[in-house]
């Protein structure tokens, strides 16, 4: 549990560190919005790559709190679940489908729309999970 509760927190910390804090403090400070642009990608893919780490160890966790209680509810009927696995969804498809159709450059303003709400789902499913595992967590 504890295992969980932590890799959440550490994925929802990554989450709002680079995208609320880092990459808009690049536009304010770089001097293009080109150069902005760029260094934003390669901290996004980066955030990606930690997430999708997280995804890893968190399934990880709940695979063996079940293997180890098997008569504790399947985590596949749990709700939490769901939540964490399309943040992960939402990570993957930011990496391989929009990010390369905003390097194209071609209906940017449509992939860049889409790529902040997939980034902002991500977020919303991260933090609402990290909610449920903190009301389940016994000190």
Known sequence: MLTRLLTLACWCASWGV???????????????????????AKLF???TYLALGFLGI???AAVSAFVRNPLSPHFFQQSIF??????GLCCLMLEFVVAPQ???RENLAFWHQLG??????????????LCKEVRGFNC
């Open 18 to 40: 680079i995208g609320l804090v880092v990459v808009p403090m690049l536009f304010v400070y770089l001097p293009t919005a080109q150069t902005a642009g760029l260094m934003a």
């Open 45 to 47: 893919t980066a955030q």
């Open 58 to 60: 968190w399934l990880w």
């Open 82 to 87: 769901w939540w964490v696995l399309a943040s």
């Open 102 to 104: 905003i390097v194209l």
């Open 116 to 129: 902040s709400g997939l980034y902002l789902a991500q977020g919303v499913g991260v933090i609402w999970a």
